[in-house]
């Protein structure tokens, strides 16, 4: 998410694009769906897969996707219980804006 | 662009979403996309078709993303001449990602 401000007028917008730029205009936000397309994942996943993001950022952005209902927190009651995140049907609708980025990256951003 | 590092660590990723990722994951990136997608704009144009907009933001946007060649600046040698913004073919790559931001926000960001 943007800085917040600016999140909170752009998801106020009459024009789509920018209500969804309110969303995805963020690294992080981006590289969680990355993450999280192909299946749910426990905190610790998410931290070691996204290199450089600190744990209080990943916790936001998590808090943050959670109450624009594109990310499910699940308590999974095993012993010892623990959490995971997954993607909702809101969420899963992003995937194929990742699928371009990739995409884009591979053909014009070559390393 | 995120933040200076960020952005730096991300755009040197091995993987193709991250390098996407360091240059569109900002809002105000995405709704320059979204101006310059039909025709070339000035300046003023930009500012008063981005709500919110700083002056200062958009400028150091703009520098950016003509150093990523995404962007063309370009003198029009009228009287007075004036500067135009062109979506390079670099950057009309990015329109089908902005045409996906604006569906996604049509069907699941209604205001």
Chains 1, 2 share one sequence.
């Not at 990943?58 to 308590?75: D, M």
């Not at 049907?89 to 995409?103: S, T």
């Amino acid at each position: 998410m943007p800085h917040k401000k600016t999140e909170h007028q752009l998801s106020q917008s009459k024009c789509p694009i920018a209500r969804a730029a309110a969303l995805v205009g963020d690294p992080w936000v981006l590289l969680i769906l990355r993450e999280l397309r192909e299946e749910a994942r426990r905190f610790n996943e998410l931290r070691n897969a996204i290199a450089n993001i600190s744990p209080r950022t990943l916790s936001a952005r998590l808090k943050f996707l959670e109450q624009e209902g594109i990310v499910a927190r699940t308590v999974i009651p095993e012993t010892p219980p623990h959490v995971e995140y997954s993607l909702t049907e809101k969420g899963r609708a992003l995937v194929p804006i990742i699928a371009q980025l990739q995409e884009y990256g591979e053909t014009w951003l070559k390393t």
